[in-house]
């Protein structure tokens, strides 16, 4: 253990995490996946570190508004769009058992 324990927010008091961890851990974070103390943790060193807040509030945020808008709305439409375009490729790529419809 020898490399510098500097977070770039130089935190003095930041519990174990540094900027890198919190960053590395937002995402299961934001999932709900992590320990209750791992949480702890990462909530701590958000509440401390500014630039880390600021990419946690924004990544929250982004998800918030990409899973309502996705339960929201997701248009007939495109689902029949999604479904005729797997079907057509799959029609393309069929290997060539299409013997003579011309
Ligand atoms: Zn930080």
Redesign the pocket.
Known sequence: MGDDGR???G?ED?SDV??QE?VRQLYVYLDGELTEERRLQIAV?LDE?G??ADAAGFEAELRAVVSSRCKDRVPDSLIARVAAAIAAEAAHSDPGRTSGIA
């Open positions: 977070g770039s927010c935190g930041v540094d900027c919190a060193h570190c630039p880390c």
